[in-house]
């Protein structure tokens, strides 16, 4: 419990508080003046002549998947997800790899695939980005 004397010196306090922030305060009126200005107006210019821009050409950076039975089924099913560059940048994986993939793709990220459809896309996937028995790479992208 706070007693009368605690009290009493608590508001003394705060009123001595009160008079040196009011004692303290800027006078308005006494403040320098802030002339302002208008923001400065800078020309913009346009290119005269299509001379004047730096034109490149950007090579063709999209992997080239060779022809081969699946391969149209395999652009078509697979790129709705992934993109040819993210493909490529996967190992080669043997065939039961890869069908446990192609697996994981339809069960668990419900890719719309049949099972003759996965067959194909299995086997074109073992034929240009696999390993043979030895796990050698038998890939045949560029």
């Not at 508001?11 to 922030?21: E, W």
């Not at 050409?57 to 099913?77: I, K, N, Q, Y």
Request: charged content about 25%.
């Amino acid at each position: 419990m706070i007693t009368r004397k605690q009290l009493l010196a608590l508001v003394g306090f705060v009123i001595l508080g009160a008079i040196i922030i009011w004692i303290g305060r800027d006078d308005p009126s006494q403040r320098p003046k802030i002339e302002e200005q208008p923001p400065v107006q800078t020309p913009v210019t346009q290119p005269s002549t299509q001379s004047d821009f730096n034109q490149i050409t950007l090579p063709h950076d999209d992997p080239e998947f060779p022809p081969g039975p699946g391969r149209e089924l395999f652009l078509a099913r697979c790129t709705v997800c992934h993109s040819l560059r993210y493909i490529t940048m996967q190992p080669n994986f043997s065939k039961k790899v890869w069908a446990k993939e192609v697996a994981k793709m339809i069960n668990t990220y419900k890719a719309h695939i049949t099972g003759e459809e996965a067959r194909e896309i299995i086997n074109y996937l073992a034929t240009v980005k696999g390993t043979d028995q030895d796990g050698a790479s038998n890939s045949k992208l560029k």
